[in-house]
């Protein structure tokens, strides 16, 4: 499996809040059940999102070659995904943060090799059981599409650059 990348992200605000009627409440949890979807995640699974994540609810599960990934808003109320095994070890998670949550090295060096960042798509922090975390950001300069992956101390692990379509 590999792991979520920036463009698998789902940027998503919390709506279910708004919808407390008993009729909507009812009706969602039989379509949900109908779905078969939590029915189909492992106890052991399951019991490994609750252990990581304890005052998290999942979103939605989603099984991808013998893997389960778990969509969810942290404490934080931030977007995160978590990917582990049919036996429930832990795998990998990412977590949408703001450019204010790189660490100092990471922000300075990606500023400096491209100064002319016109949007930012997302940022990612990625984290791996012992391991330090990896970042990733997706970002436009005047002239490239550009997916990047640092480690924690700032250097580039990965890059990819596609050129902006222009109408000449």
């Not at 582990?84 to 943060?97: H, K, L, R, V, Y």
């Amino acid at each position: 499996m590999l792991p979520l990348t920036i463009l698998q992200m789902k940027p998503q605000k919390r709506m279910i809040s708004k919808y407390k009627h008993p009729l909507f409440i009812a009706l969602l949890v039989f379509f949900v059940s109908s779905l078969g979807l939590a029915q189909d995640v492992p106890a052991a699974v399951s019991q490994s999102f609750k252990n990581n994540y304890p005052n998290a609810e999942v979103i939605e599960w989603e099984a991808y070659e013998g893997n389960y990934t778990a969509s969810f808003f942290n404490t934080k109320e931030q977007y995160c995904t978590a990917l582990f095994e049919a036996d429930g070890d832990w795998i990998s998670s990412n977590t949408q943060i703001a450019e204010s949550g790189l660490p100092s090295k990471v922000k300075n060096c990606w500023q400096k090799k491209y100064p002319e960042i016109r949007s930012v798509s997302a940022i990612l922090k990625t984290e791996r059981p012992g391991k330090k975390p990896q970042y990733q950001i997706s970002f436009e300069t005047n002239e490239l599409l550009v997916n990047l992956v640092f480690n924690h101390k700032g250097k580039i692990k990965k890059k990819l650059e596609e050129p902006i379509a222009t109408d000449n």
